[in-house]
């Protein structure tokens, strides 16, 4: 009994921790309502997702047909500020938003014809549907790309201040403006394209099944694409399966040439990775199934566990990680904060294997930060109502804010009802930089990167010089930081790779950052 109650005081201070330094929204209508990416730009949030609500709850905005893209852009307390549609009399879902240049812009799968806000034409199935914006959400321009089966757009990855690379996968054969061969199934579909929408290059990559894309960032000059694989050595895909499925990730220049190509998994299922760079390594987390076996060095703790991979910029492993309770632990999100991992998903496990959170409802969000260097569990958070709520996106600025789809009322940790059925409900947990406190040998940390507007620079010493140059080596900022946690707006610097120098009074550091 002494141990029971132990456990409940345990979980129950850890809950009310979370709650004390959180604070959280919901947003919907009275149909199904999902985030999937989340913006943080001039101290608003832009969440970007899909929506088959029409006008109600808090819903302003009427739908165009079936499922459409909506936009949601909030205060930092997550007050909508204006709220925007695109679509046509078919579904259309966005997958991604990003901001370059002043300008936002929006991945949708569509298979709406010309009607709605949407004036392309649909090539056949669904289509890579790209829409540019200005900062007020007006479109601008719009692009369609497909074949004449279904395409679905995964991402898109700013790689210069005139490129964007779309990556998504596709079902189509040469036809439309598709003018690669599929090799069976769903091949991953790999685009560059200019900001007029010309295509400058295109490419297919996949065996002779379904392989699925998932997840993309661009590192060190490459760029790495992973996703779901089904397919064994065949078509252009040279690794083998271990399961089925496996994760793939393939790493292609800048002229979608191949340089790495690796499956990994166990004999069971590892499917819908996501993927982060971290110094000069690559995470890799997905949910698995798999007992030792393959490239997996730990047994499963129930059903579906977090299952992270350590990788060097070839792609070889260096290490992994199973982490999860008895039942069903699904990740959903990669980030690093400069400092640790941070994994964000949902979970159905009560305390037990490597959990030591409860489970309040159906799914609850579960929030995991690890050592880079060691896989230490350092920090782990269980927040959900008494229904379902599953995490879809995690971001980090300043704080850690989590993005994800609920059904729940208010109720457990929830304190808002549902609008109708999914809704938005996100999440802002106020101190996840400072989960580990900073030592005396860490004379500065610099979070997060990639970065879209404030770095944060956290140092130790009484006075330091921060100078950023660009790559031709031209100082384009520098200004007098101070002990503590600083913030740097650039988000108005263009997309690219920039250098940042910092010079304190006994220490200098100096390290690349990516500007998104």
Request: with cysteine; hydrophobic share 30%.
């Amino acid at each position: 009994m002494k141990r029971i109650y132990l456990l409940f005081l345990i979980i129950l201070i850890s809950l009310n921790k979370v709650n004390a330094q959180s604070f959280q929204k919901t947003i919907g209508g009275g149909s199904y309502d999902t985030p999937v990416k989340m913006l943080y730009d001039n101290d608003s949030y832009i969440v970007a997702g899909n929506s088959n609500s029409d006008v109600s709850g808090d819903k302003t905005v009427a739908s165009y047909g079936m499922a459409d893209g909506w936009v949601v852009k909030t205060d930092t307390n997550f007050s909508i500020y204006s709220q925007y549609e695109y679509g046509g009399n078919d579904n259309d879902y966005v997958s991604d938003v990003i901001k370059v240049n002043n300008h936002y812009i929006l991945g949708l799968s569509s298979k709406s014809d010309i009607s709605g806000n949407k004036t392309t034409e649909n090539f056949g199935g669904s289509d890579y549907w790209i829409v540019i914006t200005d900062e007020s959400f007006n479109i601008l321009q719009e692009y369609e790309y497909g074949g004449s089966n279904d395409d679905f757009i995964s991402g898109i990855i700013p790689v210069s201040n005139e490129r964007l690379l779309l990556y998504g996968y596709s079902y189509s054969s040469i036809s439309g403006n598709k003018t690669t061969e599929n090799f069976g199934g769903a091949d991953f579909w790999v685009l560059m394209v200019d900001y007029n929408g010309n295509i400058l290059w295109q490419k297919s990559f996949g065996g002779n099944n379904d392989d699925i894309t998932n997840s993309g960032i661009f590192f060190n000059d490459k760029i790495y694409i992973t996703g779901t694989t089904y397919s064994d050595s065949s078509g252009n895909k040279i690794s083998h399966l271990t399961g089925a499925p496996d994760i793939w990730i393939i790493a292609i220049d800048t002229m979608g040439n191949i340089i790495t190509d690796k499956t990994y998994g166990g004999t069971l299922d590892e499917e819908y990775p996501s993927i982060a760079s971290a110094d000069n390594n690559i995470f890799v987390t997905t949910r698995s199934t798999s007992d030792i076996s393959g490239i997996k060095t730990e047994n499963s703790y129930g059903n579906y566990d977090y299952w992270c991979i350590k990788l060097d910029e070839e792609c070889h492993v260096i290490s992994d990680k199973t982490i999860g309770g008895s039942s069903s632990d699904i990740p959903t999100d990669i980030a690093f904060n400069g400092e640790d991992i941070i994994i964000a998903g949902a979970s159905n496990s009560p305390v037990s294997g490597n959990k030591t959170v409860g489970n309040n409802g159906n799914f609850d969000y579960w929030v995991i930060t690890l050592n880079p260097d060691n896989w230490e569990l350092k920090e782990q958070i269980g927040f959900g109502g008494t229904d379902y709520d599953f995490t879809t996106r995690l971001l980090l600025d300043s704080h850690l804010v989590i993005a994800g789809t609920s059904l729940s009322n208010a109720g457990a940790d929830k304190t808002e009802n549902s609008r109708g059925q999914t809704d938005f409900w996100l999440v802002k947990f106020l101190d996840i930089n400072d989960m580990k406190i900073q030592t005396n040998d860490d004379k500065f940390l610099v979070f997060p990167n990639p970065v879209n507007s404030d770095l944060i620079i956290k140092t130790n010493e009484t006075s330091n010089t921060v100078t950023l140059y660009d790559v031709s080596g031209k100082s384009i900022l520098s200004k007098v930081i101070y002990k503590g946690k600083n913030k740097i707006d650039i988000s108005t610097l263009q997309t690219g790779t920039y250098i940042l120098k910092i010079t304190g009074q006994n220490s200098e550091q100096t390290q690349k950052i990516i500007k998104q």
